[in-house]
């Protein structure tokens, strides 16, 4: 059903702008029944993303989704280039950890982590896992190493990305808010306070 | 040299389009809250105006595009049906310069974002729509018929009997 999806939104680019492709749930927060859903497509190494994240989040959290009005479905869109060269992989290990009802920490610590001045940091010595890991138990850390190398998971984070393209993304994080049967883009820039008064605007 | 007939036909033709698209421009921000919202969204993007006269730009100018879309109109409809009107023809002009000056910001401001490497939404006809060549060619498209239009209405017109 998911490829499907993707394939009418490769093939027919106007389909993509009605369809919601169908969330993974373990990336998702709030109210599948909300009147509004946001997908944010981000990349763990990406500095505006991490903002995003540690910014406008828990705004978006604390005004709409815990409140029942947004649905928000996180989407991975790794990132490529030379500071770009673990998002695949942290991609992966956070929809792994998605699987088992874990992706907020293993996003949280990613995020938290992402620093481009700090050699320690997993986006400069590339130790991904290490960095996913701290915030798992043992337990969960077994499952998470299987199911990243599980093909579905590979799929999904390919999948993610190539609904994103098929979305016009071209940077990161761009959220798309579904309202009223239409997709939005919105730029990444946006100032919390004018999405606010798009959210709150009557249809 | 009074412009010939194809000329002034041509001129009255282009004034009524470009009014048109002025004032379609307008209705696809101001529609409804959700359009007036998203507008917001948009110019913020530019990084031009400060935030906190974000809201208030992007209801103004929209009036402004509507207003400066239906006096072109009105203003070229006038000349036609009383051609010695100097009020009409004051009207005409000070709205097809108005048009041009109008046209040369919204080209500079999406030349500036193209060149600053910002990914955004031009904001000229409603959302989704990103600043390409292709939207820089069909304002600068507008822009060559508004100055032909204000070009025209600065020529002298013919005698009448």
């Given at each position: 059903m998911k490829l499907l999806a993707v394939a009418l939104a490769v093939a027919f680019p106007c389909l993509a702008q009605m369809m919601i492709p169908e969330p993974d749930k373990g990336k998702a927060l709030g109210s599948?029944?909300?009147p509004i859903t946001i997908e944010v497509f981000s990349d763990f190494t990406c500095p505006h993303c991490k903002h995003f994240h540690e910014t406008e989040l828990p705004a978006l959290m604390r005004d709409y989704i815990v409140k029942g009005k947004v649905y928000l479905v996180s989407r991975d869109f790794p990132l490529t280039g030379p500071e770009h060269q673990y998002s695949r992989q942290a991609a992966t290990y956070a929809t792994a950890a998605a699987r088992i009802g874990k992706y907020e920490p293993v996003a949280d610590a990613l995020f938290a982590n992402?620093?481009?001045?700090?050699?320690?940091s997993w986006v400069v010595n590339g130790q991904v896992w290490e960095c996913v890991a701290a915030v798992l138990t043992p337990a969960e850390r077994t499952r998470v190493q299987a199911l990243a190398k599980d093909p579905g998971v590979v799929a999904e984070v390919e999948r993610e990305l190539q609904e994103g393209l098929a979305t016009g993304?071209?940077?990161?994080?761009t959220l798309v808010v579904n309202r009223g049967g239409k997709r939005f883009p919105i730029p990444s820039t946006v100032d919390y306070s004018l999405l606010r008064s798009f959210l709150d605007a009557p249809k | 040299m009074p412009p010939n007939k194809t000329f002034r036909t041509l001129a009255s033709v282009l004034r009524l389009m470009l009014g048109g698209i002025f004032m379609f421009a307008a209705w696809i921000k101001i529609k409804d809250p959700m359009s007036r919202a998203l507008f917001a969204i948009d110019l913020d993007a530019?990084?031009?105006?400060?935030l906190r006269y974000v809201q208030t730009v992007a209801w103004m100018l929209p009036v402004a595009e509507m207003m400066l879309g239906a006096v072109l109109i009105l203003s070229a409809v006038g000349v036609l049906l009383r051609p010695g009107n100097r009020l009409l023809m004051v009207s005409l002009r000070l709205s097809s310069v108005l048009v041009c000056l109008s046209l040369v910001i919204f080209i500079g401001a999406m030349s500036w974002a193209k060149l600053s490497g910002k990914n955004i939404d031009c904001g000229c006809f409603g959302p989704g729509e990103p600043i390409s060549w292709k939207t820089m060619v069909r304002d600068g498209s507008m822009l060559a018929g508004a100055m032909f239009v204000a070009w025209t209405a600065f020529l002298p017109r013919r005698k009448t009997a």
């Open positions: 599948p029944t909300a992402q620093d481009f001045t700090k050699p320690t993304v071209n940077s990161t994080p | 530019y990084k031009i105006i400060p």
